[in-house]
Structures are given as C-alpha cells and as structure tokens.
C-alpha cells in the first residue's frame, strides 16, 4: 500500500517538519511585525505627546510675558508656578481645545492630569472614561513614562483598544502635571489580521503543495527502485544470471543495485557450488556403494567358501573405509566453516618440523623414485600454529605435488620470512596445470583429473585452503601447462587464534 511505503512516509515527515518550520517563521515574522508596529506606534503617541507639551509650554510663556509686563513685581511670585494654579489650568483648557481642531489630532485623544492625578482638560472627542489604571497612575506619579493597552466602550456601545501613553511633566523635580495621550488599535490590528490570515492560507497550501511536489519527485527519483523491485520478483532459482539493471545515478541508489548484483554473483556461485558438491558427493558415494552392493549380492546369490566371504569382507570393508574417510573430510570441513574445529596454537620449530614431514612423505615419493628437497632460508624461524593441522596442510600439498610429478622427478620445500609474514612454498616439476582449471583447483570435489583415475576425493586443496585460512594466511597456486606448480602459503609470524 502507498500509506505504508518509504515514499509515503518521507513525504510525509517532509511536510511534518516543513509544517513546523514555516508555523515558527510565520510565528516569529508575525511576533516580529507587531512589536515593530507597537513600537512605531509609541513613537509616534510620544511626540503627539511631546507636541501637546510643547504648546503647553507657549502658551504659558506667553501667558508670563504678559502679566510680568503688567506687574514686573510678579517675577518670583509663586503664581508661575504650575503646580495647583487656576491659571495654569486656564492655559492647558485653552491649548487642549485648539489641538482638537488640528486635523493632526482627529485620530487621537489627549487627556491632562495634575500632580494628584485628577482630569484637568480632555479633548472633545475623548471618551468619558477615565484612561488611567491604578499601575499607570503609580508609575507616572514616580516621574515614569507609561505604555499601556486599555479596551474602552464607544458610543455605538463596542469597546475599542486603545494605545495610551502617559508622561509626567516635571518642575523642580516634582510631578506638575501629566500629558496623556491615546489612539484607537482599530488600523494597526486590522493590519495584523490581514498578515495572520495571509500567514495561515499560505502555510497549508505551501505545505500542500510543497507535499505535491515531493510526491512527483520522490516517484521520480524512486523510479529506479521500481524498476529494481521488478527485476528482483523475477529473479528465481533457475535464472540466477540475471542481473539488475545499474542506474545512472552516481548515488546510493546505484550502489544498492550493485551491491544487490554481487550478491547476486554470490549467490550464483554458492548455487552453482553447491549443485557442482551435491552431485560430486553423489558420485564419490555411488562407486564405494555400487562396488558393496554388487559384491554382497554376488556373495549371496550362493553359497560361498569361506575365503571367497573372507574376500567379500575385506572389499566390502576397504569401501566402507573409504566412505568414511570421505565423510570424515567433509566433517572436518564444515567444522571448519562454522569454527567449530580453531587451531591449538603452539609454538614450535618450522625448519624441523617440516624435516619430519619430508621424512614421512619419502615412502610415498619412493615408488616413483621422487626427490625430496628443503630449503631453509630462514632458519631457526619459530611459527606459532596448530601443528597437527599444518602437518595436514603439507601432507595434503606434497601428496598432490607427487602425484603429478613425473617418474624421478623432484619436489621442493622452501621456507622463507620477512618482518611479517613466513612463507612456505611447495614446487614440483609435474605437467602442471592449465588456466581454466587453476581458479578451481581449491573448489571441494574439483579434479584436474576429469576422468579420476588418480584416485582420492578432491577435497585435499580445500581442507588445506580451510586450515590456511584459519590461521590467518593465505594459499594460492602458480603454474602453468608443462611448467610445474608451486603452492605458496603465507602466514603471520604472530598468528592468533
């Protein structure tokens, strides 16, 4: 289903977290223009408020201009003074009912207060209400500015937000009055609606669209997954070779097809491997048990003597021997495989080691009057390894190098090291053997010789490979057609299990 698949669910987070991200952008541009707006706001009600003071201030200079001009003697009298003065409150009606008039002002109120806080004079278009709160009064009586948001009723009987600003004016460092001065939220917040409702249309068809737009490229960039996915539902037991085809993608979509493709040659090889085993293992098993069937038949088909059943035993018995054998082998290597079999390190001498070994192999190599040689160019080198197993290596090595080497031909060991590794190799003179079978001689059940009449099981080279490798080293082969072979077998000089 298309809810359940990756595409859906990438979509699907996409849009999540493009909703969250453009809900805080929108959030903080829509925090950041009203608090740009309230500011401009206050700004601009401070110098209404500034101006209301200032005309304050002229009128009442021209109003001492001319009682000092009638009466010098009133200079330092008290009657300028502005605190609880009949005339001063005279000046601020007068100035207060020309600012009404001024087109400047249509939109805002202006109130006067004295030091105790009570209305002198408001415009005419002031509401009735009093704008001053009980935090408002406070604060200016202390000579403080004030900002402060209040909802007053209308006449139409709606109560409006206001802006109002309040300045304590000062004399002699004493509150003489105080300038208050309002405008209704009416235009700014009317602004901010039209920003919130632009915002919250904008955000769902952003991310709708946005979520469109990630559906068709996600089909698109997906597409090769597609096509993958139907490749691979093609792809049964009886047609392993094919193969997905490589995007050209340069991504990890690409790097998934070609590591799906080795697997793939894996599992080709490992089926080919295992089909090549089975019938190998079939075929091993059918000659032992074609000869015990038809020998144990032949014995009772009638009465024999007791030497003719004593032959019958020891045939019967020979075969028996040799099946076990090569189930024994082939436990061993799956005992290998799964590590359950781990070498018994030891530390022991190579250069003897391998002397005693060559010593065991003369009674093979006799009959075909085969040399035996040991090179020692590193001598006194002490290996760390499972003796009985590499004893098993160069038996299974020197048993092959004498069985393709011809009649007083001569078989060589050498032993060399570097600061890492030793090596040993193992060279014969024997016909050798050809490009097309040497990637497979270490394959289980694989026989240069197709017609097996050289005996044995082919499972020499991989229990040798098997062991090599458990120890850490590496084996591999050079020949060539009438050139010999050489096995050489590198392994650590502090190998661990």
């Known amino acids: 289903m298309f809810i359940r698949s990756i595409r859906f669910r990438i979509i699907l987070w996409y849009m999540v977290v493009l909703t969250l991200t453009l809900s805080a952008f929108s959030w903080l541009l829509f925090a950041d223009y009203r608090q740009g707006l309230y500011r401009n706001l206050d700004e601009i009600l401070r110098s209404k408020a500034d101006g209301v003071v200032g005309s ?3 009128f009442w200079e021209a109003e001492k201009l001319t009682a000092m001009q009638s009466d010098p003697t009133l200079l330092l009298s008290r009657v300028f003074s502005k605190i609880n003065n009949l005339n001063f409150a005279r000046v601020v009606r007068h100035t207060i009912e020309e600012a009404s008039g001024d087109p400047a002002m249509l939109d805002v109120l202006v109130k006067i207060f004295d030091h105790q806080g009570r209305l002198i004079v408001a415009t005419r278009q002031a509401v009735p209400l009093e704008l001053f709160s009980p935090t408002a ?18 006449p139409d009987h709606k109560r409006w937000l206001w802006r109002v600003f309040s300045t304590p004016i000062l004399e002699s460092g004493k509150v003489a009055y105080v300038v208050q001065v309002a405008t209704p939220l009416n235009s700014l917040n009317a602004a901010l609606n039209r920003l919130a409702a632009i915002l919250f249309l904008l955000l769902p068809l952003t991310v709708f669209l946005t979520g469109v737009i990630g559906a068709v490229l996600a089909r698109i960039t997906l597409r090769p997954v597609d096509d993958m996915i139907r490749t691979i539902r093609q792809i049964k037991a009886d047609n392993l070779r094919m193969r997905i085809r490589l995007p050209d993608t340069k991504d990890e979509i690409q790097k998934l097809a070609e590591t799906f493709n080795d697997m793939l040659n894996d599992l080709e090889g490992a089926f080919v491997s295992q089909q090549r085993f089975i019938q ?31 032959e019958v035993l020891t045939s019967s018995l020979q075969e028996i021997d040799t099946i076990g054998k090569l189930v024994e082998n082939l436990l061993f290597l799956a005992r290998l495989d799964n590590r359950k079999t781990t070498p018994d390190f030891h530390d022991f001498d190579a250069v003897e080691h391998l002397k005693t070994i060559l010593k065991e192999m003369e009674i093979i190599a006799e009959p075909k009057q085969i040399r035996l040689n040991f090179e020692a160019m590193a001598p006194g080198l002490t290996l760390r390894a499972d003796p009985q197993q590499m004893r098993q290596v160069m038996f299974n090595l020197l048993d092959n190098a004498i069985k393709y080497s011809p009649p ?45 009449s050289s005996g044995g099981f082919g499972l020499g080279l991989s229990i040798a490979r098997a062991i090599v490798e458990a120890h850490h080293g590496t084996i ?21 299990a």
């Open 56 to 58: 304050i201030d002229a």
């Open 137 to 154: 009064l406070r604060h200016v009586l202390l000579g403080r500015n004030f900002v402060d948001t209040v909802a007053l009723p209308m």
């Open 280 to 310: 190998d293992v079939s075929h091993e098993l059918r000659t032992p048990l074609t000869i015990l069937k038809g020998e144990i038949g032949v014995a009772l088909h009638k009465v024999r003597s007791a030497q003719e059943y004593e």
């Open 408 to 452: 007083n031909g001569q078989v060589t060991v050498e032993l060399l090291s570097n600061e890492k590794q030793a090596e040993i190799l193992v060279r014969d003179n024997g016909t050798g053997i050809s490009p097309q079978d040497l990637p497979h001689i270490f394959d289980r059940f694989y026989r240069v010789d197709k017609s097996r």
């Open 476 to 496: 591999r082969a050079e020949s060539g057609p009438g050139a010999g072979t050489t096995f050489r077998i590198s392994l650590p000089l502090a190998a661990t």
